[in-house]
Nanobody, 112 residues
Framework: QVQLVESGGGLVQAGGSLRLSCAAS????????MGWYRQTPGKQRELVAT???????NYADSVKGRFNISRDNAKNMVYLEMNSLKPEDTAVYYC??????WGQGTQVAVSS
């Protein structure tokens, strides 16, 4: 198991950028897949992006070309760079490891 703590959320205008960070409580080199999901009230949590320890990435169609996921195994960190933000990106963003461990979430709000 691993504890995850997200940070970097906030309020931004449409077209702006944010960088989310996820700090893991232990070495993440052995965790094959980590990622970011998001959730809005009344909806299921949805995939935003994942990254393997080999560097392979996968993105939801809605964020391709705008978001970039990265990981720093030496620092036990995972990042989500979000550019050209849209109001529909407003959600609570969760860091994920093992597809079963989750952080507490960080709120992202994009105003039009």
């Amino acid at each position: 198991q691993v504890q995850l703590v997200e940070s970097g959320g906030g309020l931004v205008q449409a077209g702006g950028s944010l960088r989310l960070s996820c700090a893991a409580s232990r070495n993440i080199f052995s965790i094959r897949t980590m990622g970011w999901y998001r959730q809005t009230p009344g909806k299921q949590r949805e995939l935003v992006a994942t990254i393997t320890n080999g560097g392979s990435t996968n993105y939801a169609d809605s964020v391709k070309g705008r978001f970039n996921i990265s990981r720093d195994n030496a620092k036990n960190m995972v990042y989500l760079e979000m550019n050209s933000l849209k109001p529909e990106d407003t959600a609570v963003y969760y860091c994920m490891a093992f597809f079963t461990s989750w952080g507490q979430g960080t709120q992202v709000a994009v105003s039009s």
